[in-house]
Every structure is written in C-alpha cells, then in structure tokens.
Nanobody, 124 residues
Framework: QLQLVESGGGFVQTGESLTLSCVGAGFKPSYADMAWFRQAPGKEREAVAC????????NYADSVKGRFSMSRDSDTHTVLLLMTSLRADDSAVYFC?????????????????WGQGTQVTVSS
C-alpha cells in the first residue's frame, strides 16, 4: 500500500518561510506526478502546486505564485514545497498527493493517493 508522509509544518509569523517535505513508502515521489493541496477550516480543499513526473514542469495556484516553489530532491526521493512571504490566509493543513497522469495538474480528481497532512499556521 502506498503511503505519503508530510512534514515541515509549524507555527510562523507573517512574512516568514517554511519548507514542507513529502516522502513515500512503497514508491518514490520523485518519480510520480505530485501535488500539494491545502485545506483551511471551513473551506474546501484547494490546489497549491504541482510537479509533473515527466519534465518536472510546475504550476501554482494564483494565490501562491511568486511566493511558493515546488521541487524534487532526487537524492532523498522527496518533493518539497518552499513557502516564502507567508500570510495569515496561508494557514491550513497541507496535503501531499500522488497521481500518475503524466502532467502537472491542479485538479484534485487527478490524484489517487494522499498523505495525512501537516499543519501550517501563520500568525499575523
């Protein structure tokens, strides 16, 4: 059974940075189509960023463009989400997700495996 584990969440002040990591048990996230989603209390889960298995193409939600960066670490077989200039409205549980569709997709239905999430809280 595939398993995704996120880490790196925490409590930060507005303007600070965090890097989230996602590792896989049973597969290597660096060889899959991966994405980060987030869900704030009372809100729908929304896409944040994605990276394609082929070519390593990335895409971002408009709300995080220019502030967040998704990448792979081939040595450790993890995917990373560098979050800078954090704002209070970035506070949410962040989920790592895996798909196998050969592209960078921000569509939740394209992903079949999900982690348990890591909490990010940004205090203003």
């Amino acid at each position: 059974q595939l398993q995704l584990v996120e880490s790196g969440g925490g409590f930060v002040q507005t303007g600070e940075s965090l890097t989230l990591s996602c590792v896989g048990a049973g597969f290597k996230p660096s060889y899959a189509d991966m994405a980060w989603f987030r869900q704030a209390p009372g809100k729908e889960r929304e896409a944040v960023a994605c990276i394609s298995r082929i070519g390593g193409f990335t895409n971002y939600a408009d709300s995080v463009k220019g502030r967040f960066s998704m990448s792979r670490d081939s040595d450790t077989h993890t995917v990373l989400l560098l979050m800078t200039s954090l704002r209070a409205d970035d506070s949410a549980v962040y989920f790592c997700a895996k798909g196998f569709h050969g592209r960078c997709s921000l569509v939740e239905g394209d992903y079949t495996d999900w982690g348990q999430g890591t909490q990010v809280t940004v205090s203003s």
